[in-house]
């Protein structure tokens, strides 16, 4: 299973930018879904999860309000809907899943870079 990042860019504060998590292989095997973020010079740090059906979701402290997370199981694809960025948001975004059955996220994908300008 391979998962491909793609969407990030440079924005100005208070924009918004969306991120997509497209995973290709053995699509079915996946479960819960989420975004970490790694910002210069810190580690990475879970932004988001999405479980496998999309009823459920759960977000870091501080993206919660701003940031959305949605799946759609038909294109293998989830998303990550940044709302209200600020400098602080400005990582690299990584997308991870957890094959069904795991409790650890074992597929990660090569991030996106994601830059915000106050």
């Known amino acids: 299973v391979q998962l491909v990042e793609s969407g990030g860019g440079s924005v100005q504060a208070g924009d918004s930018l969306t991120l997509s998590c497209a995973s290709s292989?053995?699509?079915?095997?996946?479960?819960?879904m989420a975004w970490f973020r790694r910002a210069p010079g810190k580690g990475r740090i879970f932004v988001g999860a999405?479980?496998?059906?999309?009823?459920?979701?759960g977000y870091e402290d501080s993206v919660k309000g701003r940031f959305t997370i949605s799946r759609d199981n038909t294109k293998n694809t989830i998303y990550l809907q940044m709302n209200s960025l600020n400098a602080e948001d400005t990582a690299i975004y990584y997308c991870?899943?957890?094959?069904?059955?795991?409790?650890?996220?074992?597929?990660w994908g090569q991030g996106t870079q994601v830059t915000v300008s106050s």
């Open positions: 999405i479980t496998r059906g999309g009823d459920s979701t």
């Open positions: 292989g053995r699509a079915s095997e996946i479960g819960t």
């Open positions: 991870a899943a957890k094959l069904l059955g795991s409790t650890q996220y074992t597929l």
